[in-house]
């Protein structure tokens, strides 16, 4: 099976963990992909799915610590992006679990894969050159 998404250089931020935490997103939405397309997945989608949530939490933990480590000026509306998408994974979540047959799956896959072109393409970005230029003084 081809990849739903694939990593390229155009997402890498440079900053080792960020790349770390987004090429596993990038796998675990492939895999979430993957399972839909080969059955229906409606069995696996709850653990899936909660993973899925689980790792985005703490992916914006730890790109909130970094930013707030290096002092990034946007912080705050930054986590508020953040917060809008935990919201709208959790609303899905919630729908899935209350009716999993009549669940929009490929609403849930489309709305990943443009939450993780848009937020690492442009959001991430955007504080970029800020966090590589404060680690770089830190070196």
């Known amino acids: 099976m081809s990849s739903f998404l694939v990593w ?26 993957d399972a ?11 653990h899936l799915f909660e993973r899925l949530s689980d790792y985005v939490n703490g992916h914006f933990g730890r790109e909130e610590t970094l930013m707030r480590h290096c ?12 917060d809008e998408l935990e919201k709208a994974l959790r609303k899905m979540l919630v729908e ?7 669940f929009p799956t490929a609403d849930l896959m489309d ?4 939450w993780l072109s848009n937020h690492v393409l442009k959001s ?13 003084s830190e070196a």
Not at 10 to 33: P, R, S
Not at 71 to 82: F, N, R, S, V
Not at 96 to 102: G, I, L, N
Not at 111 to 114: I, T
């Open 96 to 102: 899935f679990s209350v009716d999993p047959t009549a």
């Open 8 to 33: 390229s250089e155009e997402y890498a931020t440079g900053v080792e963990m960020i790349d770390g935490d987004h090429q596993t997103l990038f796998m675990m939405v492939n895999a979430l992909h």
């Open 71 to 82: 002092g990034y000026p946007e912080l705050d509306a930054h986590i508020g992006k953040h």
């Open 124 to 136: 991430d970005m955007d504080y970029v050159p800020f966090v590589n230029e404060h680690l770089a």
């Open 36 to 46: 839909l397309e080969r059955d229906g997945a409606t069995d696996q989608l709850p």
């Open 111 to 114: 709305f990943l894969k443009n």
